[in-house]
């Protein structure tokens, strides 16, 4: 996550190198300090050999994960252990296997880019995930990566050659996935594993000097962009800018595969009353930004951040209330790029004379000018050093004399809940804790009469549930609904075609959230509805007590996300086990699931807390809650932090071996009962969801405590910040 990583470019075999070793001798960190990469603080390195190379991404951590996918070199791990990645390698791909029924035959849409290229006179093509801002979850019109490759996950590029080669790339999330939705024909990259070649490297192993490698320059964040420039020249090979997207044009003629209209719903505003501030508050917070570091104008192109800013919602993604737009902030101007048909009266009184608005294509008339204006000296454009950044075309539309590459006040004010905020939240997570209770007794009720309840038709119920719960408006991501080995697949997406029965010889990973007024919600509960086996009920443990670890650490403000990662993997690592995602991302206040914050947390950020195990091909387990940074008020050189849990719903007790947890986390847990029982349980009674109440009584009673290990109250935190001080006097040179 350190700016000065990024010039680095080490290979995943390189990092690999130094993970059994943090001295200052390690290969990782003698080639920092060879680079002179002075700055480089000792939280990147152990996240670095002890996170980057065992786990895939989610939230911030997978564009800067995506970008070294991307740039890697190999110049000095040539040591590794070669691994070729051919079709060999695909599953379900051999005569007489089976097809998953997720599976996309996208032959005929890639012969016909395969055309385009050629005409184009280019040998390469990229395609990446994202829209022109960058987002994580793209509208259906956008999904140009899913279209040409079949895979539908949230991160991953494909690239199509002109000699007929295809490979996709996507990180641990997605192995199982895409491994079923790819067709027979696309080479499939697990990013992070040994041996598989970055972008970058498979396009010069590929290549010759003169050929051409063209991309749509808005999809590509400038990071990327520049940094696939900068290697391919090397080996004589251009990145160039297509006129047009390709795959727009191969798209656009498929008849048989109808491109999606972008949305046409209306923009709404976002009420004060869950806001906290008014356009007027956060522009003016925003402006004394830009005064202090001399900047005449702010571009913002993420687009929860326009939505926060002008405090407006609405439809354009699904499961993302944002609108498709770009904002412009000056000194006594703000202006709004969008599609004008989404202006209503409602929309003109509530911005007034606060904000401009434009169509959204005039943003590059605008943006050219206020460049070229010489009465303006500094344009601030959104940096990549916590996400993808900007497009590299907004980027080169400003001149570089002009460029302030930052990370944005938007981006910052954004992530860090005002009291308005943190409390209309907190109110959205006890009701969503009342639909998931509900909806579970409902489920259980279900399993005990002998129904057999669906992976689709349990996740639809579980909507109608949200549904009715007041200010809820829609769900905050698809559904993971899956029995099974379908739980091993971390994002899995239960649909008619590959939905199952669930029933009582396995476990059953259920994760899902919503969209309310005042916030959104992210939550995972896995059961089981019959007798579970011994390893479904140690895993299950380990996962919660990594889960209370981490909920229960208090740290100084210094302290990275990325140094805490090994508390909830801690009882996971005992058993030489792991899994591949991040254990935590940020959360949006009524926008994105998976909100970008920095790695130093402050108060008034939410974040998850969702670590899990997953047994290929059997089943998977996950804990998921949502928990807000609070400052304890205790203070040694600097504040320290700690969490409080927000989501409330309860957990399995025939999951939990009360003999594994020590006193403290068995303390924790009936505290957490207890809570639950208080706010949650009271409201079902309010709600008169009578069957939900029984459900949450029977799962929060006490457990013994005299069951479970020696008392030690404090060890963790205190290990986790003796190390974290320890490793930091060391290593950190500046």
Avoid at 685 to 697: D, F, K, P, V
């Amino acid at each position: 996550e350190h700016p000065s990583a990024r010039a680095t470019l080490v290979s995943v075999e390189a990092w690999r190198k130094c993970a059994g070793s943090l001295s200052s001798q390690s290969p990782c960190v003698q080639l920092l300090y060879n680079r002179e990469e002075t700055t480089m603080k000792a939280s990147f390195l152990v996240t670095a050999c002890l996170l980057f190379v065992t786990t895939g991404c989610s939230g911030q951590l997978q564009e800067t994960h995506r970008r070294d996918s991307l740039l890697s070199a190999t110049s000095w791990a040539t040591s590794a252990t070669p691994y070729i990645v051919t079709l060999d390698n695909r599953t379900n791909c051999a005569p007489g296997d089976t097809e998953p029924p997720n599976r996309v035959d996208t032959s005929v849409r890639v012969d016909d880019l395969i055309t385009e290229l050629i005409s184009n006179g280019y040998n390469a093509y990229i395609v990446p995930t994202s829209d022109d801002h960058q987002s994580e979850y793209a509208p259906e019109r956008d999904r140009r990566r899913e279209y040409i490759s079949g895979f539908s996950g949230s991160a991953g590029y494909a690239l199509v050659l002109s000699d007929g080669q295809r490979a996709l790339w996507t990180d641990g999330r997605y192995f199982l996935q895409a491994d079923d939705e790819l067709d027979c024909q696309w080479l499939f990259m697990k990013e992070t594993m040994a041996g598989v070649p970055t972008l970058l490297e498979f396009l010069k192993d590929n290549l010759s000097s003169g050929d051409v490698v063209a991309a749509d320059p808005s999809l590509l964040g400038y990071g990327n962009w520049n940094g696939l420039a900068k290697g391919l020249s090397e080996s004589g090979i251009s990145l160039v800018a297509s006129s047009t997207n390709l795959v727009d044009t191969v798209w656009d003629a498929d008849s048989d595969n109808p491109r999606p209209a972008y949305g046409k719903d209306s923009a709404y505003p976002h009420s004060i009353e869950y806001a906290g501030l008014t356009i007027e508050e956060k522009l003016s917070n925003v402006r004394a930004v830009m005064a202090s570091g001399g900047a005449q104008a702010l571009v913002i192109s993420t687009l929860d951040e326009t939505a926060w800013l002008y405090n407006v919602r609405g439809n354009d993604i699904v499961y993302n209330p944002v609108v498709r737009s770009y904002a412009i902030v000056q000194e006594d101007d703000a202006t709004w790029y969008l599609d004008l048909d989404k202006i209503t009266p409602e929309i003109e009184d509530h911005l007034g004379d606060l904000v401009t608005i434009a169509a959204y294509d005039e943003i590059w008339d605008d943006l050219a000018d206020l460049s070229s204006n010489p009465l303006i000296n500094t344009i601030m454009l959104p940096d990549d050093s916590l996400s993808s950044g900007c497009s590299f075309k907004l980027y080169d539309t400003v001149l570089e004399s002009k460029r302030w590459m930052v990370v944005t006040p938007t981006l910052k004010m954004k992530a860090q809940k005002n009291s308005v905020e943190i409390s209309r939240m907190k109110e959205a997570l006890i009701m969503d804790g009342v639909a998931l209770s509900d909806f579970l007794a409902e489920l259980e009720r279900q399993m005990g009469a002998g129904e057999v309840p669906t992976e689709v038709t349990a996740q639809e119920l579980l909507k109608t549930y949200r549904l009715s719960q007041k200010d809820c408006t829609e769900l905050s991501f698809a559904t993971i609904s899956g029995y099974a080995e379908h739980g091993a697949i971390m994002h899995y997406e239960a649909t008619n075609l590959t939905s199952v029965p669930i029933e009582t010889d396995s476990l059953y990973l259920l994760d899902s959230g919503g969209q309310y007024l005042g916030g959104t919600t992210d939550i995972t509960r896995t059961m089981h509805y019959g007798t579970p086996t011994a390893e479904m009920i140690e895993m299950y443990t380990l996962v919660l007590m990594g889960m209370i670890d981490f909920i229960t650490l208090t740290f100084p403000s210094s302290m990275s996300r990325w140094d805490m990662e090994v508390l909830p993997r801690r009882p996971l690592y005992a058993k030489g086990l792991n899994y591949r995602h991040s254990s935590s991302h940020g959360i949006g206040m009524y926008l994105f699931v998976h909100e970008v914050v920095e790695v130093q947390v402050k108060p008034g950020y939410v974040l998850s807390n969702e670590p899990g195990f997953y047994k290929d091909g059997a089943w998977g387990v996950r804990i998921e809650n949502q928990m807000l940074v609070v400052d304890t008020g205790m203070f040694f050189d600097e504040p320290f932090y700690t969490f409080e849990a927000l989501s409330l719903v309860p957990y399995e007790p025939k999951l939990i071996d009360v003999a594994l947890l020590t006193h403290y986390q068995a303390n924790w847990l009936n505290a957490y009962n207890l809570e639950v029982r208080e706010k949650v349980g009271q409201e079902l009674l309010n709600q008169g969801r009578l069957e939900g109440y029984e459900w949450l009584l029977t799962k929060t009673e006490p457990i013994g405590i005299s069951s479970a290990t020696v008392p030690n109250p404090t060890l963790l935190p205190v290990i986790a910040v003796t190390l974290f001080t320890l490793i930091k006097g060391l290593y950190f040179t500046n």
